[in-house]
């Protein structure tokens, strides 16, 4: 396992960008997937991003498509997650979180595909 902490979230307005970050412990951080979650009140855990290992691929939910951007820096133990255009919806508390092996049946977006998360840091988008 792998301990984690994010940081970076805070209250912004409708349209701003925010830049997240999830800092790893350990010496096997390139060892695993990452991905970003959120939850909102009353919302389930939903995803939001994940990149492989070595950062080549990523992916993203609908929701977030073409305004978020994930990366990776595994000399750094950190994996980032860029928030542009922010909007309302956004509001949520973000968790990251790493996960050991991702396959077909084990995927990227499925949560229980991850071993260790983050405490989770909050994100708040005014209208």
């Known amino acids: 396992q792998v301990q984690l902490v994010e940081s970076g979230g805070e209250l912004v307005q409708a349209g701003d960008f925010l830049r997240l970050s999830c800092a790893a412990s350990?010496?096997?951080?390139?060892?695993?997937?990452m991905g970003w979650f959120r939850q909102a009140p009353g919302k389930e855990r939903e995803f939001v991003s994940g990149?492989?290992?070595?950062?080549?691929?990523?992916d993203y939910a609908d929701s977030v498509k073409g305004r978020f951007t994930i990366s990776r820096d595994n000399a750094k133990n950190t994996v980032y997650l860029q928030m542009a255009s922010l909007k309302p919806e956004d509001t949520a508390v973000y968790y990251c979180?790493?996960?050991?092996?991702?396959?077909?049946?084990?995927?990227?977006?499925?949560?229980?595909?991850?071993?260790?998360w983050g405490q989770g840091t909050q994100v708040t988008v005014s209208s």
């Open positions: 979180a790493a996960a050991p092996l991702v396959s077909r049946s084990s995927t990227i977006r499925d949560p229980g595909t991850y071993d260790s």
């Open positions: 990149v492989s290992r070595s950062g080549g691929n990523t």
């Open positions: 350990g010496r096997t951080f390139s060892s695993y997937a």
